[in-house]
Nanobody, 117 residues
Framework: QAQLVESGGGLVQPGGSLRLSCAVS????????MGWHRQAPGKERELVAE???????NYADSVKGRFTISLDNAKNTMYLQMNSLKPEDTAVYYC???????????WGQGTQVTVSS
């Protein structure tokens, strides 16, 4: 079993930046896929960014060029750097991880990101 704990959410003005962190209780080397999802009020949860073992990454079209997913294996921590934030980025952000591509077995509790002036 793995436990994931997010931190770093908060209130930011449009155009601002935030960095989310996800602390993982097991070695990330054992996980083949790690990702960030988000869910806005009244909307379905969507994949924002994912990191696949071997180093490849995927991003939702809406965040390409603004968000960056990264891993620090020494700290067992995953990050999501979010720049040029927009009001439509407002959502609860969840980190997630899995052993098989396309399958997320573990989820964090979520952290709120609010982009507003």
């Amino acid at each position: 079993q793995a436990q994931l704990v997010e931190s770093g959410g908060g209130l930011v003005q449009p155009g601002g930046s935030l960095r989310l962190s996800c602390a993982v209780s097991i070695s990330m080397h054992s996980l083949n896929v790690m990702g960030w999802h988000r869910q806005a009020p009244g909307k379905e949860r969507e994949l924002v960014a994912e990191h696949i073992s071997g180093g490849s990454t995927n991003y939702a079209d809406s965040v390409k060029g603004r968000f960056t997913i990264s891993l620090d294996n020494a700290k067992n921590t995953m990050y999501l750097q979010m720049n040029s934030l927009k009001p439509e980025d407002t959502a609860v952000y969840y980190c997630s991880a899995g052993f098989r591509l396309g399958s997320y077995d573990y989820w964090g509790q979520g952290t709120q990101v609010t982009v507003s002036s």
